[in-house]
């Protein structure tokens, strides 16, 4: 992409470009000075800011304004002279001269719902690829950022052996479950999650303020009749509870549940959040959805609770439609890993026969993100090599 050509407009206090594509885009004189490349402007060792806000006169204008031979964008601003050069490609990037999403509820790319229709094409990769192949790396951690989950194959079945693919991205974070943790049936357990009951589909730890936004379950042993595991995107059953019924939909966005856990000596955990979450933009960031931590509902107008529970209702029987789930049996050496922000998992009962023995351990979304930016990054600078 490069700048056919540049206007001042508006007094200096913008500029409008015309692009190579024939679209045209404006951008403010105090954001292009907040947001220059130059060593001046911005650390060359990290590319992080070296002015504030205040660095810069709120007087600022555009005193000079040009394409250069190559198409980028050389700007000169008044009234401190300081004069710079943006790349146009990355100028192109950050366009926000553009109509903004209008309803709630929408998805940023490259996010794609999902329901039953995914079952015979779930992401899978090999651990011993994905640690000696980064590409093969990124294009896991890239299925897990568009389905929000994502299976691994010949991962060792050997203990808190999950802890080293978390390791592949990120991070493990430690809980008071510890640094990782068992998932098997126990005698007088301190979570349903340890007994052979099934479960319904849910997020984790939303009791937790900020939330783990991944977790990792690994399976070392399985020969149980049952205990299918069970995965379903809340994004989706978010939008089929909007389509349905938008009033009950932005009275789950709006009004705020509150989770607890208590279950082991000295812990209490408490957190307020909706349960479908929503950006001040209107994007859909986040699903909490978690009924055996739920604590009653207390910040619901009493004129609203009725149709609150009536929505809650819902979308926990979209939740349970068969038709938004995607299913499996964990082999031993297996290990699957969700977004815990929007997907939820489940477990089928499994019989009181035979093992089944799963570990799990959280880590968050930061770390696969930046580990699949950087590899997004390191392709096309060898693209381009």
């Known amino acids: 992409m490069k700048a056919d050509e540049i206007e001042i407009i508006e007094g200096g206090q913008a500029v409008r ?21 130059d060593p001046q402007t911005r650390s060359a060792g990290n590319g992080q800011r070296l002015i504030t806000v205040l660095d810069i006169p709120p007087t600022t204008l555009i005193g000079s304004a040009a394409p250069t031979a190559s198409g980028d964008i050389a700007i000169g601003f008044l009234p401190d002279g300081h004069e710079t050069v943006f790349p146009a490609a990355w100028l192109h990037e950050r366009i926000y001269d553009r109509e903004q999403p209008r309803e709630t509820g929408w998805l940023a790319e490259p996010v794609e719902p999902w329901d039953s229709a995914l079952q015979g094409s779930v992401s899978s990769a090999s651990y011993p690829l994905v640690r000696q192949d980064r590409l093969a790396l990124g294009d896991w951690l890239a299925a897990v950022r568009r389905y929000g989950f994502a299976v691994l194959s010949e991962v060792p079945t050997t203990s808190g052996s999950l802890c080293d693919v978390a390791g592949l991205f990120g991070y493990v974070r430690e809980t008071n479950y510890g ?21 319904q589909a849910h997020t984790d730890n939303p009791y937790r303020d900020p939330v783990p936004t991944l977790q990792l379950l690994s399976c070392l042993e399985n020969s149980v009749e049952g205990g299918d ?3 379903v995107d809340g994004f989706a059953v978010a939008r089929r509870l909007k389509h349905e019924d938008p009033h009950g939909f932005d009275l789950l966005t709006r009004h705020p549940v509150r989770f607890e856990y208590a279950g082991s000596s000295g812990v209490c955990l408490r957190a307020k959040r909706p349960l479908i979450e929503l950006g001040p933009d209107g994007e859909m960031i986040a699903i909490r959805f978690n009924n055996r ?27 349970e439609d068969p038709a938004m789930e995607v299913s499996f049996k964990l082999k031993p050496g ?14 089928k009962a499994f019989s009181g026969t035979g093992k089944r023995w799963l570990q799990g351990c959280y880590a968050d979304k930061d770390g696969l993100l930046s580990t699949l930016a950087a590899i997004e990054a390191e392709t096309m600078r060898e693209a381009a090599e």
Do not use: C, Q
């Not at 470009?17 to 220059?36: E, K, Q, V």
């Not at 619901?300 to 009725?306: I, L, N, S």
């Not at 297996?334 to 477990?347: G, K, P, S, Y």
């Open 229 to 231: 595991s069970i995965v």
């Open 17 to 37: 470009i015309l692009w190579s594509n024939g679209h045209r885009s404006r951008f403010h004189a105090l954001w292009l000075r907040d947001n220059a490349l």
């Open 334 to 347: 297996e290990l699957f890993i969700v977004d815990n922000t929007r997907v939820m998992h489940a477990r």
């Open 179 to 199: 640094r990782w943790f068992e998932v098997r049936a126990e005698v007088n357990p301190n979570n349903l999650a340890y007994t052979n009951l099934g479960l």
């Open 293 to 319: 931590s739920a604590a009653p509902f207390v910040d619901v107008p009493y004129a609203d609770m009725p149709a609150f529970y009536a929505a809650y209702r819902r979308f926990a029987e979209i939740l």
